[in-house]
């Protein structure tokens, strides 16, 4: 799969070859996002070498073993975004699966692509039959009233939880849920 030029977002699932050969884009995509204080398990100082590390040190083995599941969105010629869903679970929990690192480029944000990703990635869960998905996102960020206007429950605030990408202090972090079935296994 590679970056062609269009004028609407397109959305494309990504095996461990496409991010051999999307390298580049996805580290300028991963690297921007840190600089622009994306709370996605980073700190500064962050090079573009730091990003192309992490996608092939450790996602795309997760892609080889077919337990992670990462979509890319181009817009403008250019990767705009991607999401990931981790389904490497414990055998208690085969109905669960974990959204993971939904990332915009800043040049593309406030275009609707992250509840695009978001859509699309929770069609995929559905599909692989997941019936629960969990997630975490920094305490008062952007992304927060997101995933609530999607459906996702707050279950938790956890004070101090990771560190700023700039400063050297801790914030919060809000754990959420969302059922896909309502006939899924779940109970209080």
């Known amino acids: 799969m590679t970056a062609d030029v269009l004028d609407a977002p397109r959305i494309a699932q990504f095996s461990a070859d496409d991010i051999a050969s999307n ?28 990003a192309a590390r992490f996608w092939t040190e450790k996602v795309s083995p997760g892609l080889k073993g077919g337990k992670l599941v990462m ?3 181009w817009l403008d010629g250019r990767i705009a975004g991607t999401v ?6 414990p055998p208690n929990q085969p109905h669960r699966a974990e959204v993971r690192k ?8 406030n275009r609707g692509l992250a509840r695009m ?10 599909a692989r039959g997941c019936s629960l998905l969990t997630l975490d996102t920094r305490t008062g960020d952007k992304a927060e009233p ?22 050297d202090r801790y914030d919060a972090c809000t754990f959420m849920y969302k ?10």
Request: proline share 5%; glycine share 6%.
């Open 23 to 50: 390298i580049a884009g996805l580290s300028v995509l991963l690297h921007a996002s840190v600089m622009a204080g994306a709370s996605i398990n980073f700190i500064q100082p962050y090079a573009e070498t730091d």
């Open 146 to 167: 997101l995933y609530a206007s999607l459906g996702y429950v707050t279950v938790g605030i956890v004070p101090g939880y990771s560190r700023d990408v700039f400063e």
């Open 71 to 73: 979509l890319t969105t």
């Open 179 to 188: 059922r896909l079935n309502a006939d899924g296994p779940l109970s209080a």
């Open 117 to 126: 990703l978001m859509r699309e990635i929770e069609q995929i869960a559905q």
């Open 84 to 89: 990931q869903l981790d389904c490497d679970t």
């Open 102 to 109: 939904l990332i915009v480029h800043p040049d593309f944000r």
